[in-house]
């Protein structure tokens, strides 16, 4: 199943029939540049689907592996000291503080006991639109992960279609 998702990110769906439940598609909003969002989703997809779910690396290691604008447009690794002050923040700090991920979180939502989506397609439907179709075994189901690639990718948001 993994070669098959590496196979579809890099050359589309043609002769595949999806074998989770459900697609599931997504609008990004990018203000131009939406063949560009795409690309970087899958440059960093494709380090990421090609790591051996073995020898999974550590932060230090992926924060290497990654692109450097990926890393760039995450937020910092925190400690849990931090993690725990942060849950004491008014609701509005917390929200906006969530909205940028660690390479940490964004990587753990990819082990494979952690895998709630599976890259389908996506279709450039504007400069201004991407249109991003995942495959699931259930719904609903955590997805924050893609929106965080999407937005680090450049898109200024995401929404379920």
């Not at 063949?35 to 290497?64: F, G, H, M, N």
């Amino acid at each position: 199943m993994k070669q098959e998702e590496i196979h579809r990110l890099r050359e589309g769906t043609k002769g595949f029939i999806s074998s989770g439940s459900f697609v599931i598609s997504f609008v990004a909003r990018c203000v131009g540049g939406a063949p560009q969002v795409l690309d970087r989703c899958k440059e960093v997809l494709s380090i990421v689907l090609q790591t051996d779910a073995e020898d999974w690396p550590s932060t230090d290691e992926w924060r290497s592996r990654l692109p450097e604008w990926f890393v760039e447009r995450s937020a910092e690794e925190i400690s849990q000291e931090e993690a725990e002050r942060r849950l004491r923040l008014p609701f509005e700090e917390r929200m906006r503080l969530s909205q940028q991920w660690s390479v940490s979180a964004f990587v753990h939502w990819f082990k494979p006991n952690e895998r709630y989506w599976y890259w389908w397609e996506a279709v450039v439907k504007s400069d201004d639109t991407l249109q991003i179709n995942v495959v699931v075994n259930d719904q609903p189901f955590p997805w924050g992960s893609l929106d965080w690639l999407l937005r680090a990718s450049g898109a200024v948001s995401v929404e379920e279609a």
